[in-house]
């Protein structure tokens, strides 16, 4: 997690006094996190519900409190009752009061990284900030970056309600 440690040993009237200062850059931190939360997408997947399409998605949610809420798809015989793994996941977290968000991560055993759904972007720009990052991903690695504003330009919002 360290980008650098700096010493300095300074004598001053017959004491010594050691000063360690740990510098860490925000960019590195993030890659960290980022990875983190990219495997717990991974892991989210078997939460699924799954039994028609077998086609697992899992979503992890990091809130500015530290929690990471997990999300899986989940599947109904009447297919317009299912819900996506994001918007589990972040139903999740409204639920229980947690609503800052840092970071959303999606994975999915896909060629490329996984695209959410129209319903799932409208729900994302709706609960979080535009400039929040969104990790994209599929289980061989590859990973595409973007914000939640990217998702979905000009996407509906509640000012559009305020006639």
Request: proline residues 5%; neutral net charge; glycine residues 6%.
């Amino acid at each position: 997690m360290t980008s650098g440690l700096l010493a300095s040993l300074r004598r001053e009237d017959g004491r010594v006094s050691l000063t360690i200062v740990v510098e860490t850059t925000h960019k590195r931190m993030m890659r960290m996190d980022k990875q983190a939360l990219l495997a717990k997408a991974i892991e989210a997947r078997e939460l699924a519900y799954v039994p028609y399409s077998k086609f697992q998605v899992g979503a992890a949610l990091l809130c500015e409190s530290g929690n990471v809420y997990l999300g899986g798809n989940i599947e109904n015989a009447a297919y317009s009752l299912c819900n996506c793994a994001e918007r589990t996941a972040l139903f999740k977290a409204f639920s229980e009061r947690d609503r800052t968000y840092k970071a959303l991560a999606v994975a999915a055993d896909t060629p490329g990284p996984v695209s959410p759904c129209g319903a799932c972007r409208q729900v994302i720009a709706e609960l979080c900030p535009p400039d929040m990052p969104v990790y994209l991903t599929n289980l061989k690695g590859d990973v595409e970056e973007t914000t939640v504003s990217a998702l979905l330009p000009g996407a509906f919002s509640k000012e559009d309600l305020r006639g």
